[in-house]
């Protein structure tokens, strides 16, 4: 549930809700940390749940030492009310079973916080690349079926690249072909949620506007018997380089990242 | 300030998430941000079965956290927090935080038991807490006879994951209370501890503190700096603390021995003029010798010949 930092509920109707979803090389959670920090957006509340494991740490966005002694937990808002900006951070792992209910409940306070639209920075493993997927840029969107019509002239003026369907199965030559996100997380979860329509009842999860971003297919590196995920930032901010474990730059994301306030943040 | 879980073959089988290590071997490796766990909760959701369901409601049942009293038996309708509002709470999570509150704090006046939480799970596996030994793992909650507005929690237990949230509930319930000061005492292994510094300067046992926005008063030591992060019960206490503004304090002990230690106890040492227990602890050297007492009762009981 959300509980917010100070007495009053702030109201949320019309903003683009941004999250990440845990997912490979962590780089929806790395993504929202700039953007948190880049665009110094204030915590405004709690998502408050017994789906994430529970930790604590002082405040990851540290500038000064008076606001370094913050108390951050696992799952936080934060928002910029002149951009119509919210944004939700985890910083756990869902508990094991949890991760559907974790979805629903976040949902349902979104669609009851009548927020506009919803974005979500997510990733996927890079060895389940094609042939022609390996050629291309890192980068793929998907868009619920409410959404579409909004942004397509944008997007398509941005070049981004559709989310490619795959075989189902990828062991049967002639299986289905449908969305797979694998490393994702909840990212599919979050898309299937956001794209179901039911026609004749009132559900609350109905037809809610999202947006996915796979903002960096990760280029993942065997060493040592680890798999070693390449994240590709920019970070030109401290507290964020702190959080990053294996930085390599790359202009992808410092590019994709304005691109994508500009066009679901206006 | 993530965590990385295990890897599954998930639905991936023919490729899975596999590394070759240095040594030419394949093994699966761990994906940092755990996600493999989420595909095969997918698959199995998919194939569950009545059966499997029946399982898991069972397996869920077993796992549940129940509070009690053990001298009537008897469990506790509401939270234990609710029966006994208190003003001060006092909780020492881990075998040297026990130790030091028993020997400093529960030494120095007279304490009555007012619930036992009984939990199961792959760690701590006590079903019958009627009968509990002293070298058991427990969570025993007591008020201070003098003044039944201190409320004190002792666990050695561990409380897993998936119960931490139903363990604060049973305890603190679902509503906040507001006035009250919550104090957690607990232990992490140094080598969890993060820092620019070289290792070599690190004394350790070292004593670091973590509070909520609400809790004004200066800590007893410096604060945890980033990126270290907290985990388990302390943290999911604290996150608590944080979310309804209650004003609380965790203090935190990087030792290099996780087991009853006297160097490790005494490092809470600093914690004893704080606001939370001034007037709680009498005397001192008494307690000191208390606690070596409790060291050598315990090192003999850990003697790998008996």
Known sequence: ??????????????????????????????????????????????????????????????????NSTELSINAEIYAL????????????????????????????????????????????HSYHRNDLQLR????????????????????????????????CIPEIDDSEFCIRIPGGGITKTLYDEGCSFVP?????????????LLLSRVFCMYLLGLTQCCVSLLFPFQSACRLLKSPVITVALYVVLPSVLSVFAS | MRRAGTSRSGRDAGAGTMAATFFGEVVKAP?????????????????????DREVRRQLARKREVR???????????????????????????????????????????????????????????????????????????????????????????????DQQYQWLEKVFGS???????????????????????STSSLHSPFLKALKTQNFKEPPCCSLLEQPNIVHDLPAAVLSYCQVWRIPAVLYLCYTDVMKLDLITVEAFKPILSSRSLKGLVKNIPQSTEILKKLMTTNEIQSNIYT
């Open chain 1, 81 to 124: 009310p002149s951009k119509k900006l919210v944004a939700l951070q985890l910083r756990s792992i869902f508990i094991k079973y949890k991760s559907k209910p974790f979805c629903e409940k976040l949902l349902s306070w979104v669609k009851s916080s009548n927020c506009a639209k919803v974005i979500v920075l997510s990733s996927s």
């Open chain 1, 200 to 212: 004749y009842q009132r559900s609350v999860l109905k037809n809610v506007p999202c947006a996915l």
């Open chain 2, 31 to 51: 994906c940092r941000a755990g996600t493999e766990d989420e595909e095969e909760e997918e698959e199995e959701g998919k194939r569950e079965t009545a059966e």
């Open chain 1, 136 to 167: 291309s840029t890192p980068f793929r969107y998907l868009l619920t079926p409410c959404v579409q019509k909004s942004v397509q002239t944008k997007i398509m003026s941005l070049n981004w690249e559709e989310m490619e369907k795959s075989p």
């Open chain 2, 175 to 197: 509503c906040a209370r507001k006035n009250m000061q919550v104090t957690i005492l607990t232990c992490r292994h140094v080598t969890d501890y993060k820092t620019s510094e």
């Open chain 2, 67 to 161: 509070l009690f009293r053990r001298q009537t038996k008897t469990s506790l309708e509401v939270s234990l927090l609710e029966k006994y509002p208190c003003s001060k709470f006092i909780i020492a999570i881990g075998n040297n935080a026990v130790a030091f509150l028993s020997s400093f704090v529960m030494s120095s006046g007279v304490w009555e038991e007012v619930g036992c939480a009984n939990l199961w799970n792959e760690w701590c596996r006590t079903t019958d807490t009627t009968h509990l030994s002293p070298a058991e793992a427990f969570c025993v909650f007591y008020h201070l006879k003098s003044s039944p507005s201190v409320v004190l929690c002792q666990c050695s237990c561990y409380v897993a994951e």
């Open chain 1, 1 to 66: 549930m959300f509980v917010p930092c100070g007495e009053s509920v702030p109201d949320l109707a019309g903003y683009t809700f941004l999250m990440p979803a845990v997912s490979v090389g962590n780089v929806g959670q790395l993504a929202m940390d700039l953007i948190i920090s880049t665009l110094n957006m204030c915590k405004i509340g709690y998502f408050y749940t017994d789906c994430l494991v529970p930790m604590v740490g002082n405040n990851p966005y540290a500038t000064a030492e008076e």
